[in-house]
């Protein structure tokens, strides 16, 4: 059965560090707090007048094509997760391929929040494995610096910018993604979302005076929604492929707290030095940690290598998938 490798992945962060130690400063927080709750230390932030999701995909995809020897002309399609679009129309996938020179292709978003990337790379798996691509490039994108509410402590804290892309080639040898699970809750949504600028409530005045347009969370009942959820899944895709705990390299967990990446790890039978963690310099990107995980430890992964990826998102969505390292 012909499977779909992963076969290059390229991160980008803009160049702006936002500190705790700057937080402190526009909200009644510190770092201690910070760091203990969250496991937080820096995030990125992506500056410039209209710069959107796209700029940081681009990047990404770009440095994507030059290490992987790809021209633009050999992609077949590109997929790409984010809950920050540039605009509501066109695709941010759209803007994408124009600035790095994929013509004539299909191209499409995915929103599915925190579990956008792993819906992508599902997505982008099914028309590798039915023959009918045979490059197809995942992105993981958001700027959600953008709908961050930057008075509100307890959610400006979480969450930066960032992009991830990875190539998506078929591959004979039994390496690629083996197996995913996808799930979704829409009763979840009163707990994380954002109330205006869609077609319920579009922007007015009175929107904007609300605040309805920033990110809203209800932390505790998101944290224990996503203790459980990612950790059953995660829990639940070992078992499905007869998978231990020691025969498991690396998790690859979604960035968004510490605390559920620990639990997860546990249910999972994983030590903590097989366990991808680079929220303290980047915090929560939404559709781009994993791809940045994969970036970041990407000298430390050897072919045939199982990684369990998992996710959990506003919707709520959230997922699991299993993939055999293919270089």
Not at 73 to 86: G, H, K, N, R
Request: with cysteine; glycine share 10%; proline share 3%.
């Amino acid at each position: 059965m012909m499977k779909a490798a992963i076969t290059g992945v390229h991160g980008y962060v803009p160049e702006y560090v936002l500190t705790n130690a700057e937080l402190e400063k526009m909200v009644d927080t510190n770092d201690e707090w910070i760091t203990s709750r969250t496991g937080i230390k820096e995030r990125r932030i992506l500056k410039g007048e209209g710069m959107g999701s796209s700029h940081m995909g681009a990047k990404a995809v770009q440095g994507l094509l030059e290490k992987t020897n790809t021209k633009p002309e050999e992609i077949d399609l590109l997929i790409c997760a984010t809950v920050t679009p540039d605009y509501v129309f066109p695709a941010t996938a759209n803007l994408i391929c124009d600035m790095v020179g994929i013509r004539n292709v299909g191209s499409f978003d995915i929103q599915a929040a925190c579990s956008g990337f792993l819906y992508a790379l599902t997505t982008g798996t099914q028309f590798i494995e039915s023959g009918k691509y045979k490059k197809v490039i995942v992105v993981g994108a958001d700027k959600m610096s953008a709908i961050v509410d930057y008075t509100d402590r307890t959610t400006c804290v979480l969450f930066g910018d960032g992009a991830g892309a990875v190539l998506l080639e078929p591959a004979e040898e039994g390496f690629g993604v083996m197996d995913s699970i996808l799930r979704s809750d829409g009763s979840g949504q009163i707990h994380l979302f954002q109330k205006a600028g869609g077609s319920r409530y579009p922007p007015t005045h009175e929107t904007v005076e609300k605040r309805w347009h920033y990110a809203y969370q209800d932390g505790p009942s998101v944290f224990k929604f996503a203790v459980k959820n990612m950790a059953d899944v995660s829990a639940e895709i070992m078992e499905r492929n007869q998978l231990k705990g020691e025969e498991v390299a690396w998790l690859v967990p979604h960035q968004a707290n510490k605390r559920i990446i620990d639990a997860t790890a546990n249910r999972m039978g994983v030590g903590p030095e097989r366990v991808m963690m680079n929220i303290y310099k980047y915090g929560n990107t939404t559709a781009a940690t994993i791809p940045l995980c994969l970036f970041d430890y990407e000298s430390q992964l050897k072919k045939g290598d199982n990684l369990i990826l998992a996710a959990f998102g506003g919707g709520f969505t959230w997922g699991s998938v299993y993939v055999k390292w293919a270089y």
